[in-house]
């Protein structure tokens, strides 16, 4: 965990955006593969309680702090982040790089539908941008198996994996080496906004750090999940005074 801040013994890279983008081009370049996970506060406290998870996200190559609420503990923590870097503004900086560099993108995940949609508008906002396959994210053991020789034979430089948290990241682990693959990186709902089923909050509630309520209000069904969020900031609260 060095050179990372440890918020509830999950470490988070201290990097900008652009930092992440530099780096994933080093990742790319390498061709050996690396795992990315954008944590937000409810992926860290799920993790703090998980050490399958915690374990998997300590080592990945790249953890950003995804959200406000991470950047937030950063501040409690005494080691202040300079700003978040979410998983749907990696994806779009990943996406704008790769018109220029010709990186080969794999989206796998969400409903039937949402991630090929999302690639024709992808392609729209970032023309040349190089995405060479998707597949949904419902699939059985034998069609995981054709997507397994699909992403061998097309041998994508960027895996984007969108089946949720800890699933996502744990699918990574389990296959990205065998696959060698050099970037794989686990994006949620990302494509689900992307393919525009789901609006992303204003600019102005994103700015005021209210994107989470924003969800919250068009997805009730997340209620439960932003229950994490005030249990996070607590178990933060303790370790601040720990320290
Ligand atoms: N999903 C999937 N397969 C599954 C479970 C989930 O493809 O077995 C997709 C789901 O359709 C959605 C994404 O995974 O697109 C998870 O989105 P969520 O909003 O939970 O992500 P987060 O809040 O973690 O960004």
Redesign the pocket.
């Known amino acids: 965990m060095e050179n990372r801040l440890d918020v509830l013994g999950v470490g988070i890279d201290k990097v900008t955006s652009q930092q992440a983008l530099e780096k994933i081009g080093e990742f790319i370049a390498s061709g050996q593969p690396h795992q990315i996970v954008t944590a ?1 506060a ?2 860290i406290y799920q993790a703090s309680k998980n050490e399958k998870m915690r374990n998997i996200i300590n080592n990945a190559q790249m953890v950003t702090a995804d959200g406000s609420g991470v950047v937030w503990a950063s501040r409690q923590l005494g080691e202040p982040l300079e700003q978040r870097v979410t ?1 749907i503004d990696l994806v779009n900086s990943i996406c704008e790089q790769s018109a220029k560099d010709k990186w080969k993108i794999y989206i ?4 039937p539908g ?1 991630a090929a949609t999302a690639a024709v508008n992808i392609r729209d906002k970032f023309p040349g941008c190089n995405i060479v396959g998707t597949h ?4 059985n053991a034998k069609e995981e198996k054709q997507i397994l020789a699909e992403l061998e034979q097309l041998k994508p430089d960027v895996l984007f994996v ?4 800890p ?2 990241e744990y699918w990574i682990a389990d296959h990205l080496a065998d696959l060698g693959i050099p970037v794989g990186m ?7 906004v992307l393919s525009g089923n ?1 609006k992303r909050a204003p600019k102005w509630m994103q700015k005021m750090s209210l994107e989470w309520l924003y ?1 919250l209000v068009i ?1 009730p069904t ?1 209620f439960k ?1 932003v229950l994490a969020l005030p249990k996070f900031m607590l178990a933060v609260k303790k370790q601040a005074k720990q320290k």
């Not at 796998?108 to 409903?111: M, P, V």
């Not at 949904?136 to 699939?139: A, D, I, L, S, T």
Request: hydrophobic share 35%.
């Open positions: 937000n409810e992926i998983g796998l995940g969400s409903a949402v949904h994210g419902y699939f969108a089946l949720g948290a699933k996502q686990g994006i949620g709902g990302s494509m689900d789901v969800r997805q997340r999940r």
